[in-house]
C-alpha cells in the first residue's frame, strides 16, 4: 500500500514535474508574476515574531556598543579594518581571517546537510526584514492578500493613490534608517553620526552611501522581494549540492496526504472512497512568500519560513486530523513515514560545528593586541666588543592594536646580556598603528655554544610584561 503511495505520488509529481522547468515567480513568457502571500498565523509564526525581535534589537542597538573605547562590530571593507566583539583585526591578522573563512564555509556546508534551510527561514536578514517588517506594513496598509490584488488590478482612483503613496514612503523611510544602521556597522556610529551633524559638503562619500543603500533596501523590499532569495542569493542556489535525502526540511507527507481530495462532512465522507489527509485547500501555497507548492517535493526556492507548516496544521485541526501534513522532516524519514529524528549524523554534525566554533572563538581571544617581529640587520654577521662580549643588530616591528599609544621596552629573557636600545630611549607606538625601531644584543662570549642561539625577548609596557617574542643570535663559532 506504501510503496503504491509512493509510486503514485512520484508519477503525479512526474506528470506534473513542469514547476521544476522554470521557477514559480516566473509565467511561460518569462515575465515575473506577483506574489501575493497570504497573512500567516500559527504557533511557529509567533516563535519566528519573537525571534525576529531579538533581531531587530540587536541589529539597531549593536551600533552603539563600544569596548574598550571601540564598537563592538565593525566591518570597514574599505579600510581592511575589522572589529570582532572589541577587538580590532588587521591586514597582519589575514591567517585568523582565513581560517574564518574557512570554519565558515566548513559550518555552512555541515549545517545545512544536517538543518537544510534553517538559517534561511528564522534568522536570515532578507526573510526577517522582508517577513516580519516590510510585508506586515504592507497587510497593515493594503490589508491581506485578496486586497492588495484587487487594489493592484483597481483604478488610480483616490484609496489606491493614498495606499500605494503611503506603503512606499513607509518602505523608503524604513530602508533609510536601516542603510544607516548598515553603514554604521562598516564605518562606526560616531562616523555615521559626524555624517548625520556636520555639512553635506565635508561628507559627499557617506552621504552617497546612504543613498545608494536606502535605494538598493527600497527596491528589494517593495519589488524584488522573494527574487533575492530564488535568482541572487548564492546560498539559496547551492542548496542543489547541499542537501541530501537526510537533511531536515520543511517537507509535505504525501504518503499521509495524497491522494488528496477535498474535504467531506461525515455523511459524504462515509459514502465517498477514503482519500489522503491532503484537503486540497491551497492554504499552504496561498501563504508561501515564494510562491511555491511544496506538496511537488523539496524545492530550491523553499526558503523553510514554516508559513505553510501553520497553514496546514490549521486546516488539519479544523478538519479533525492529526497536525504535522506538512512539517520539518527528512525525505527519507517522509519515505520510511518516520517523524524526525535528533539523527547520529545530526549529532555528529554538531559536535564538529561546535568544536570548529570554539577553536576559532580561542584563537580569536588568544590573539594579542601588541604584537611584532623581531629580524637581525640585514648584511652583518655579528660584532665583536672587546674580548668577552659579542652583539648582534636587530631591527624591530612592532603593531599596537589597542586604542591608546604604548611606550615599550625590551628584556633579554633567556639569557644572561643586555640590550642597547639604538635611540637609547623606549619604543613608542602610537594607538592602533605601527612602530619601529633597532638595538643591539651582547652577549657574554663564554655563553655562546653554536653560531646561532635561540632568543626570547619579553616586549613590556612599564612592568607588565605584553608579549615575548623570538629571534636568533649569530655569534663566532664555539672555540
Ligand atoms: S514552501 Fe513553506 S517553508 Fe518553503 S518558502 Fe513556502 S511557505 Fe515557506
Ligand atoms: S494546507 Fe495542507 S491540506 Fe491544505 S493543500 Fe496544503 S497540504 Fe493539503
Known sequence: MAKQQHIQHASTQNETDAFRDRIATVDEKGKRKWVYAHKTRGK???????????????????????????PLFLFNIPEAKFILFGRVFWPQDFFIFGITMITGIVFIILFTAA????????VC???????????????????????????DKGPWNRDKVVKKTTKHFVFFLLSFIVSNFFLAYIIGMDELLKIIREPASQHIGGLSSIVIFSGVFYGVFSYFREQACTVICPYGRLQGVLLDRNSMIVAYDYKRGEPRGKFRKQKAAELAPVPGDCIDCFQCVKVCPTGIDIRNGTQMECVGCTSCIDACNKMMDATGREKGLIRYAS???????????????MKFYTVLLVVLTSLLTALLVSRKDVDGTIL?????????????SVSNLYNIKII?????????????????????????KDIIVKREGQGKGSFFIVLPRHIIETRKTKLKIGVYEGDHKITTLGTNFMGPAAR
Open 115 to 122: 538543518f537544510g534551510r534553517l538559517f534561511c527561514g528564522w
Open 331 to 345: 525525505e527519507n524519514g517522509i519515505a520510511e513515514g518516520k517523524k524526525l529524528k535528533f539523527t547520529g549524523r
Open 400 to 424: 599596537n592594536k589597542t586604542v591608546h599609544d604604548v611606550s615599550l621596552s625590551l628584556k633579554l629573557e633567556n639569557m644572561p646580556g643586555s640590550i642597547i636600545e639604538a635611540e637609547g
Open 125 to 151: 536578514p532578507q526573510t526577517i526584514f522582508m517577513e516580519m517588517l516590510f510585508r506586515k506594513i504592507e497587510f497593515a496598509i493594503e490589508g491581506d492578500a485578496p486586497a492588495q490584488k484587487l487594489l
Open 44 to 70: 511557529l509564526f509567533n516563535i519566528r515574531t519573537w525571534v525576529s525581535w531579538g533581531f531587530f534589537i540587536l541589529f539597531f542597538a549593536l551600533p552603539f556598543f563600544r569596548y574598550k573605547g571601540r
Open 376 to 388: 637581525r640587520a640585514g648584511g652583518m654577521l655579528y660584532q665583536e666588543r672587546g674580548a668577552d
